[in-house]
């Protein structure tokens, strides 16, 4: 999401249907996947999460905890590119991306601090961002297997971390952290990294999953399959595999169904068997597992796509890189979505403002990739680091 740009020289490549228009390198596919990302959290934040009879709706039930999670896993991805995908830097060059990456860190979480200030019922999730970029930082050395590995390790564990943690924490303030909460910044670290809606400590295991994938040679339409197939295998999983444990511990049906909108960011203090559900932000072992493996079939299915469309050359594939142009800014348009949602722009309960939501994105994208230019904050928070780097 927010470190997309020109990809290392180890990650550029001259096939069609992995470089973009414009800029050498690009994998059109991530792009493909992270315009969905952000389409889908502006669905879960502009439609209406249930329907008239009070059921789910299809929207919420197919992007809510998914489409944030997709972001972060993204996230991921996006470090390990710019730290020498495949073939990780070192030494020097290392230090180089860990001091740019850390710039990038700081910079997104004060334009979510700032994001913040805004009346507009979102609880907005770059401040969190740019907090688990800094965790992910001593990761930076580590190859695909080993990020894996800890990934799932991460998503089993950090859940049961945190509920020995949270009890010693003072509650969370707001949805959205703000910039009067650095007068409180020990307070501010507990909610960024524990009690708030996106726990930077859990959802480290999304970006370590995706610094893993990052890892990987992507281009090859036998890894995006594999990673396909293994994502839909571990969603369905741990999705099964929930619905055993939570019986297991005596939750019905009806236990369940009051959840499956969403538990903002955590379970229960004190409750340890609420960590065998899976529901939106939820942030238990199952919620990580179910939502990563989700985003990774996304994933894998986003580079398939670009794959199947570059069989009919590369204009075929620039359509669908201005198509889904707004995948390249997702930094820059996330921030006007979240303006979008003040009351001053559009009136709050205009459920058609959805409709005017995606023009104004993919049109921005489209505009931008046509014209090859990056987002106006992608390039603000960009300039320092590419300086740091040499590039």
């Not at 959840?259 to 229960?268: A, D, I, L, N, S």
């Amino acid at each position: 999401m927010v470190v997309a740009g020109r990809a290392p020289a180890s990650e550029r490549t001259r096939t069609t249907g992995a470089a973009g228009p414009g800029r050498a390198g690009r994998l059109v596919g991530l792009d493909v996947a992270r315009c969905l990302a952000l389409l889908g959290m502006v669905a879960t934040h502009v439609l209406p999460a249930t329907d008239v009879d009070g059921m789910l709706t299809t929207t919420q039930w197919l992007a809510g905890g998914r489409a944030s999670a997709l972001f972060a896993v993204l996230l991921g991805v996006s470090v390990a590119l710019v730290s020498g995908g495949s073939r990780p830097h070192a030494g020097g060059w290392l230090a180089r991306d860990a001091a740019g990456l850390a710039v990038r860190a700081v910079l997104v979480a004060g334009i979510g601090l700032l994001l913040g200030l805004l009346d507009t019922g979102i609880a907005v999730i770059l401040t969190y961002y740019g907090v688990v970029m800094l965790l992910a930082l001593p990761f930076l050395a580590l190859r695909a297997r080993a990020l894996l590995g800890l990934a799932v390790a991460w998503a089993v564990m950090s859940p049961l971390v945190s509920q020995v943690v949270r009890p010693e924490l003072p509650p969370r303030q707001f949805d959205s952290p703000a910039p009067e909460q650095l007068e409180e910044p020990v307070r501010l670290l507990g909610e960024l990294l524990f009690t708030g809606y996106y726990p930077a400590f859990c959802w480290l295991a999304y970006v370590l999953l995706g610094m893993g994938l990052g890892r990987l040679d992507l281009r090859p339409v036998g890894t995006a399959l594999r990673l396909a197939v293994v994502g839909l295998l571990v969603a369905v999983g741990a999705t099964i595999a929930s619905w055993v444990a939570s019986a297991a511990v005596g939750f019905t049906g009806d236990d369940l169904a009051a959840v499956e909108g969403g538990m903002f960011g955590q379970t229960p203090l004190g409750e340890w068997r609420w960590l065998a559900v899976v529901a939106p932000h939820s942030t238990t072992p199952f919620d990580l597992l179910q939502t990563g493996g989700s985003a990774v079939l996304v994933i894998g299915a986003c580079l398939l796509l670009v794959a199947g469309v570059g069989l009919a050359g590369g204009g075929a594939v620039r359509v669908v890189a201005v198509v889904f142009g707004a995948g390249t800014a997702t930094l820059s348009l996330y921030a006007l979505h979240v303006v979008m949602r003040t009351e001053q722009v559009w009136p709050t309960e205009e459920p058609g403002s959805f409709r005017w939501h995606l023009l104004v994105l993919l049109w921005s994208g489209a505009v931008l990739v046509a014209v090859g230019r990056r987002g106006p904050l992608e390039w603000a928070v960009g300039l320092l680091p590419r300086r740091i780097a040499g590039r």
